[in-house]
């Protein structure tokens, strides 16, 4: 079977599966199984695959049909101008997630120096971003789980930055190393009895333990909020992704641990989705 042939055959299994990008995915499959990238297959239409990969090929559409998400199939996901590692271990960077880092580098283009928390690491993609775009700045990420520090730290190697950067497994509740100018998190806010009802993609493959937000989704927004407003420094940048209705609780809890409430950013969907916020007392 030669290239050509093969992206059809592709994108009609995920097409039968009602996959909005069928021929998309097909070919960064066809990619990952040949070990190239998605111009040769668009060049190199009439040659034929090997038996190896095809049967990889084979494989990775399988998957993509019960709605594995590309990026765990091909391990990498892009996000701001970077290439970031990824497993099923780790919640996929969103297109969404991109409103902090424009936040947060608007708050900071007049910084020379900042040391920054990012509370929920993941993928190391918020903060590792950050430390990308701002030279002088010094990162410190926590999770509590251990292959997401793992990624993380991977992921600052793979761009150069690991000598800013610290990572802690630890739960919110214990972590109590120093204080920072800047604090950011995206943590689980989906709530408990919702998560059924979640794209397959996501609710069959993504991390529970970065979705789940309790019973009225707000159970990790309560825990990371108290330990940031012992962390921060007077003055300090507070910055929280929230779920599209947790608008108004949030703004509650916050002023309740001292925070005055700067900014309520609007995501693609022109949903409230980010709340940025000072410490003052």
């Known amino acids: 079977m030669?290239?050509?042939?093969?992206?059809?055959?592709?994108?009609?299994?995920?097409?039968?599966?009602?996959?909005?990008?069928?021929?998309?995915?097909?070919?960064i499959l066809l990619?990952?199984?040949?070990?190239?990238?998605?111009?040769?297959?668009?060049?190199?239409?009439?040659?034929?695959?090997?038996?190896?990969?095809?049967?990889?090929?084979?494989?990775?559409?399988?998957?993509?049909?019960?709605r594995k998400p590309i990026a765990y199939l091909i391990n990498k996901k892009f996000f701001w101008n970077f290439e970031f590692f990824v497993t099923s271990?780790?919640?996929?960077?969103?297109?969404?997630?991109?409103?902090?880092?424009?936040?947060?580098?608007?708050?900071?283009k007049h910084k020379s120096k900042m040391n920054i928390l990012d509370i929920g690491v993941g993928s190391g993609?918020?903060?590792?971003?950050?430390?990308?775009?701002?030279?002088?700045?010094?990162?410190?990420?926590?999770?509590?789980?251990?292959?997401?520090i793992n990624i993380s730290k991977i992921n600052a190697k793979n761009l150069k930055v690991e000598s800013r950067t610290r990572f802690y497994k630890t739960d919110v509740d214990k972590f109590d190393q120093g204080k920072y100018d800047l604090i950011v998190s995206n943590p689980p806010y989906i709530n408990k009895c919702i998560l059924k009802y979640l794209e397959k993609d996501v609710v069959n493959f993504e991390p529970k333990l970065a979705l789940d937000g309790g019973i009225d989704g707000l159970s990790e927004i309560r825990k990371v909020i108290k330990k940031s407003s012992e962390l921060i420094k007077k003055?300090?940048?507070?910055?929280?992704?929230?779920?599209?209705?947790?608008?108004?609780?949030?703004?509650?809890?916050?002023?309740?641990?001292?925070?005055?409430i700067n900014n309520i950013i609007k995501d693609l969907a022109n949903n409230d989705r980010c709340i940025v916020s000072t410490k003052y007392n």
């Open 2 to 27: 030669n290239i050509q042939l093969a992206i059809i055959e592709g994108t009609n299994i995920l097409k039968s599966k009602y996959i909005q990008t069928a021929q998309l995915d097909t070919e």
């Open 31 to 66: 990619a990952k199984a040949l070990g190239k990238d998605r111009k040769y297959i668009v060049l190199n239409n009439n040659k034929f695959l090997k038996d190896k990969n095809l049967k990889i090929f084979e494989k990775l559409i399988n998957e993509r049909a019960s």
């Open 89 to 108: 271990d780790t919640l996929i960077p969103r297109p969404d997630t991109e409103l902090i880092i424009e936040q947060i580098l608007n708050l900071t």
């Open 125 to 148: 993609c918020i903060l590792l971003t950050i430390l990308k775009e701002r030279k002088n700045f010094y990162g410190t990420g926590i999770d509590i789980s251990k292959k997401c």
């Open 235 to 260: 003055n300090g940048k507070f910055i929280l992704e929230i779920g599209f209705d947790q608008k108004n609780k949030v703004i509650n809890l916050l002023k309740e641990e001292g925070f005055y």
